[in-house]
Nanobody, 123 residues
């Protein structure tokens, strides 16, 4: 599976961005997908994940109520809609695919990674 993330950019605090991850390869609908982020000088952290069917989603506590993950298995895409953005959301965001239908918050359980897209939130 090859992943291509897009949609990052510079936005003011309180603004919104939609990240998209396009997957190539077979059987996209068998992979759980995740979004992770890494800020300068910090470890990569979990943001959100969605099961292969889309029926189950998970969010990191600081983004609950502000971010929404979704997927379209007919288009091989997974999106992350980010509202009410804060400066602390500034990071490189990565999409990842897991060889399982079930969600996970652990980065080491994801086998495939996109190249990352920069999100910068100004105060």
């Amino acid at each position: 599976v090859q992943l291509q993330a897009s949609g990052g950019g510079l936005v003011q605090s309180g603004g919104s961005l939609r990240l998209s991850c396009a997957a190539s390869g077979r059987a996209f609908n068998r992979y759980a997908m995740g979004w992770f982020r890494q800020a300068p000088g910090k470890e990569r952290e979990f943001v959100s994940s969605i099961s292969a069917s889309g029926a189950m989603v998970r969010y990191e506590d600081s983004v609950k109520g502000r971010f929404t993950i979704s997927r379209d298995n007919s288009k091989n895409t997974v999106d992350l809609l980010m509202n009410s953005l804060k400066p602390e959301d500034t990071a490189v965001y990565y999409c990842a695919a897991r060889n399982s239908a079930l969600t996970s918050i652990w980065s080491w359980e994801y086998a495939y990674w996109g190249q990352g897209t920069q999100v910068t939130v100004s105060s």
